[in-house]
Structures are given as structure tokens and as C-alpha cells.
């Protein structure tokens, strides 16, 4: 193997791995957000009188939601990256 071969294939480990602390980074974020508003919206719906069963159907909608965008935001990362 030459050496421009080898510094690109360092190049390219880099620039993945850059990558992936980046979505790792805004994947955390994203989840404390949620749970943030999760939380909020818990609170809310208790001082607005909601049973624990209406809670808990608003946050199974919710948390459906959720699971949709991180599904949608996989498939561009593959799609970005193959």
C-alpha cells in the first residue's frame, strides 16, 4: 500500500468518525430535549386534571412521534453516507 493510499483511507476514518460523534452529539441533545418536554407535558396534563391513563396515551402518541423522526433521520444518515 502507497502512502497517498493509506492517508486516505486515514483521512476517510476521520472524517467518519468526525461524522459520528457529530450525530452521536445531537442524537444526546435531541433526547434530553424530549425528555425535557416529556416531563413538562407530564405536568401540565397533571395540573390540567388528566388521569394517568390520558397521560399515558398522550405520551404513547408522543413517544410514536419521536420514534418516527429518529427512524426518518437514520434513513437520510444511510442514504448520506452509502
Known amino acids: 500500500m502507497d502512502h497517498s493510499h493509506q492517508y486516505e483511507i486515514e ?29 413538562e407535558a407530564i405536568f401540565a396534563a397533571h395540573q390540567a386534571g388528566m388521569s394517568a391513563e390520558q397521560i399515558a396515551e398522550v405520551l ?5 412521534a419521536i420514534r418516527h423522526r429518529l427512524q426518518d433521520a437514520q434513513r437520510t444518515l444511510v442514504s448520506d453516507h452509502v
Do not use: C, D
Open 60 to 64: 404513547k402518541v408522543g413517544l410514536g
Open 11 to 39: 483521512a476517510r476514518l476521520v472524517e467518519a468518525w468526525r461524522s459520528h460523534r457529530k450525530i452521536h452529539t445531537e442524537a444526546t441533545i435531541a433526547v434530553r430535549e424530549a425528555s425535557r418536554a416529556a416531563t
